[in-house]
Each structure stands twice: as C-alpha cells, then as structure tokens.
C-alpha cells in the first residue's frame, strides 16, 4: 500500500475491548462504517472517545475483539493505517522550536513520498497561517490548524479527528466546517470524536452515542440536535399520580424523594405544565439536561431508567 | 536505518545541552589556566587549606591525595566532576526522548506517520549516541589542552582511550535512561528512578572492585574520591570490559524498542496548552 489514493474498504469494529490494567475503557463495542461515511462519535468526557480513535491509529493495543481500517488490523499493520488515515488529535503537540514550514518539511520528509507543495500552499493560505511563524508564538487555534494541514498533506482517504473543534473560537469553528464540507465531498471517509451535537454540523449526518465505552446507539444527528430535555425537580404537597405522564413517555428517569419528584422531561415543557397544573405543586426547578443525561434519558430509557 | 531528519530533530530538542556541556569545559579550562595558578600562589589560600577539618581537606585538597596545590592533581578534580555532569545530562536527554515526549506528546505526532515504532526508538538512540562521542570530544580536547599548557605528563592518545572508554560508559546510561522512561512513561521519576540505578551499579562496582565499567577501573575511584593518579597507573581498562558495556548497550537498547513497540499510548498532555 504505497499511496493514500488507493481505494479502501469500511472501518470495521467488532466486539472490541480496551483495558488498561484492570479498567476496562471500551466493551464489546461494535461498529462499521462504509468507504465516504462521514460518523461522529458522541461522548461526555471520559467515555472512550480518544481511546478509540488512538486504537484505531495503532497507538494502542485492544485487549480483545476486532479494529480494522481499510482491512488493516489496527495494531498489528498500523503502518499501513498510518498510510492511509490521516489523523488530527484534540490538542496538537508540535515541536515548538520549528516554524510552520520546518515542521511542514520534516513530516513530509517522514511520509517519505513526493508532497504537493501547491496543496499545501493552499491550504496554508486558507487558514490564513503565516508559515515562517514558530509553533511557540501560534495561538491554539493556529497550532490546530497546522495540525489539520499535516493531516490533510498527504491526502488521506480516512480521516480521524479528535475533538476538531477543541480550541477553536466561533470563526475558526466556521472556517474548520466549511473546510471538512468541501474536503469530505470528495468521497474521503471522516470518524471524528465530538464533545456536543451542535459539533456535528452539516458534515456528519450520523452520529454515534458512546458512553462509559459502550455504543448506545446510532442516531440522525439533526435528530439528536433538536432534541429538547429538561431535568425537573417538582415539589408537590400531596404525591400525585402520574402514570398517564409516564406511559406516554414524555418523563423519563423519574425518581421520588417524599413529596419531590425529579424527572427528565422530552420535547417541549408544555404539555408537563399542563400535566401537573392540577395538583399541589408547591415548588419547580428546571435546567437545560447535558448531553450525558440527554443520551441517558432518551437512548437508554429502559436499559438503566432506574439509574 | 531510520531517516536522518529523526536524528537531526533530537539534536535539535537538545542543542542547548551540547552548549552547557562546552560552557563547563570552557569553565573548568579557563578557571585551571588562568585562575588556578593567581589562587595557588596566595599564601592565604595555603592558610585557608590547612585550617580545614580533616574531612574536608580530603575533599577539598591535600597533598598527595587530592592535591589542589598541582596542576595535575587539580585536573583530578576535573576528572572526578565531569563524569558526573556528562552522565546526569546525558540521563536527562535519555529519558527526555521517551518518556518526555510521550508526556509532551510531541510523540503522537512522530507516530501519525508510517514509521514503525522500533525505527523511531533506534533512531533516538544513534543520535544519543552521536551526542555522547560530540561531548566527549569536548571533553577531550579541553582536558588536553590544559595538559599541553600546563605540561602534564599524560599522553593525548592514552586520555583519547580513556575519554572514549568513559563515553561508552556514559552511553549505556542514556541507554538505560530510555529505557527507563520507555517503561514508565513518566520523566521526573524515570529521571530518579535511573540516577538511582546507576548509583547503586557504581556502588556495587565500587565495593567489589571488579573493573567492568571505567568508573572504577580508571577513572574516578568513588570511595577514595580521587582520580586514580595518571602517571602511576598510566593504563586503560581491559579490552574485555568494552565489550562487556557495549553489550550492555546492545542489551538495553534492544529492550527498550521492544518496551516501546508493545507500550499503549493513551493519555498525553499537549505542550501547547
């Protein structure tokens, strides 16, 4: 496999584990993915989401199960990953002492093959990098992007991103998305680890919920990003009942102290209000839920509601 | 053979110890060709030698032992501290290369490329190994200068043997180094761990006398803390032990790309944050 053109085969995972020592970081986490997909991958922090990227380009070895690219067993011929994915981790570390050009020369030096120097010239000049500049006077967002020139060098068929929008502000944000737009039209395959929906952008149309290294689901990404959860906690004179409003599923992860009732509501407020308004309600508090208790409450309601 | 840019990156991330290690040569040079001489000949120096207690005199200077009053026994002086400088920087860099960059994780970016791990770890140590015989050169060249300008009697073909003998010494500590931090992963403690390991090599070396490593054998004698008089035993070490620390050197190299190649990397902290 001498060049990143060549066509590839899916990612493909299969009931893969990731332990360091005896914690277990990834379980029985199963996943495909076709050539041009574009996947994110959703998680609070600490899920497995860098875990899994990093064992899918070779920097760790899976304790058990499958992870390939491109047909390539990620650990045993992460070489040949390396040749055809390129890779952006959440906080780029450079060699500080190196300007944007040395560091542009000494890792085509490493790919060992001819670069487009015009390519990367254009891609410098899209995010507006002055290339004689040090790594040591780059902001975070500059050092991000040099990153993502580094990666985007070598043409790589897959691309892996960790946190790409980490340590970027709101230009940077719309500069990175309508990049990958483009870059990703071109039929390349992207699996990028995302802190929150809105990440998702118009790039990735599926996203995959990860927590505590388990796949929860696979969901439309414009789905997950107009869903609306709120945590309720309703304190009552007289504890109601409120079967009708569980059944129709509108609250999720219900639990009673006393009189207190504390809830997950889905979808708009409304109806809840109406719900409740015929009983003795003698305080509400409510919050925006984080994405943690909104995959809780909407994708594993009936796996761990009682949790 | 790995690329000569991963070589050229190393000696880079380290010039500025190349240039400390010249600086204290220059140091020592300069203060034993124009210092020393004005110090000795001032009788309060004299007055302040033999006021010493005992225990200090032998540290600091007394005739005969470690005689501060001479050139050449000032150059043991030299001697004795150099090593020591030369292996703790050399410890330094050693573990920089593995376990810094893994914390800096300036080692992921080397590792998005396709080059295998080994190549990467072997590459580390060619140039370590560069830097060491760079450095003795230094060493070399400013002790012999002061041996020509004071008229020692001491051979520049002999100290060259010496010189490199220590080197590989020297090497097989980077080596160590490594290793150690290929190990762990962790740089203030594999720095500690292997200072602690070649103080108790040095000490074993010391009590059992046995003569395998240049420390003892020619060196610095670190019970007596005095370098071994060089016209009295104007010898170098058995050709045997050079072989001994070179497969020591093979042997630790060897581990630690092995170490490296099976180790996870999981969790780095960007320098630039």
Known sequence: MDDKKTPLQSVKIDRLKIAFGKKVVINNFTLSMNAGDHLALLGVDGSGKSTLIHTLMGFIRPAGGLAQIAGFDCWKQSIDIRRCC????????????????????????????????????????????????????????????????????????????????????????????VFLEEAFSEGQSLFAAISHPSQAGRVFKKIA???????????????????????????????????????????????????????????????FLNAINGYDVLDIKSREADLEETIRAVYLEGKDASS | ?????????????????????????????????????????????????????????????????LDTATALLFLSTFGFSSPFIWLLLILRVGVNETAGEEEQGSLIFLLTHPIQRRTLYLAKVLAIGVMVFLMGFVLWASTAVMIVIDKVPIGLDWLG??????????????????????????????????????????????????????????????????????????????????????GLCLLTSASGAIAWHRRNFSSYRGNNF
């Open chain 2, 161 to 246: 043997v010496v010189v490199l003998n220590l080197g590989l010494f020297v090497f097989w500590c980077g080596t160590v180094a490594m290793l150690v931090g290929a190990l762990t992963g962790k740089q203030d403690f594999s720095t500690l761990l292997t200072a602690l390991f070649i103080l108790v090599v040095w000490a074993v070396e010391g009590i059992t006398r046995l003569g395998i490593l240049p420390i003892s054998a020619h060196w610095v004698n670190p019970w007596g803390l005095v370098l071994i008089s060089f016209t009295e035993k104007n010898t170098t070490a058995p050709w045997w032990t050079w072989s001994v620390i070179a």
């Open chain 1, 86 to 177: 390129g890779y952006v981790p959440a906080v780029p570390a450079l060699d500080k002492d190196l300007s944007i050009n040395d560091i542009l020369n000494f890792s085509a030096r490493l790919e060992g093959k001819p670069t487009d120097w015009d390519s990367v010239q254009s891609l410098v000049d899209r995010f507006h990098l002055d290339p004689r500049k040090r790594v040591a006077s780059l902001s975070l967002m500059e050092v991000k992007f040099t990153a993502f020139i580094l990666c985007f060098m070598t043409h790589p068929q897959i691309v892996l991103l960790d946190d790409p929008f980490l340590s970027l502000d709101d230009d940077g944000t719309d500069v990175l998305n």
């Open chain 2, 1 to 65: 053979m790995p690329p000569l840019s991963l070589l050229f990156r190393t000696w880079r991330r380290h010039w500025v110890t190349l240039v400390v290690w010249t600086g204290f040569c220059l140091l020592v040079g300069i203060y034993n060709l124009v210092l020393y001489p004005y110090l000795v000949s001032l009788p309060e120096y004299s007055r302040y030698l033999s006021g010493l207690p005992q225990w200090l005199r032998f540290l600091e200077g007394q005739p005969g032992q």
């Open chain 1, 209 to 271: 919920l990860l927590q505590e290294g388990e796949l929860v689901s696979i969901v439309d990404s414009e789905r997950l990003a107009g869903q609306i959860v709120r945590k309720v906690e309703v304190i009552f004179g007289a504890k109601p009942p409120l079967e009708q409003l569980v059944k129709s599923g509108m609250i999720r992860q219900l639990s009673w102290e006393g009189t207190t009732l504390r809830c997950c509501v889905v979808g708009p407020s409304g109806p």
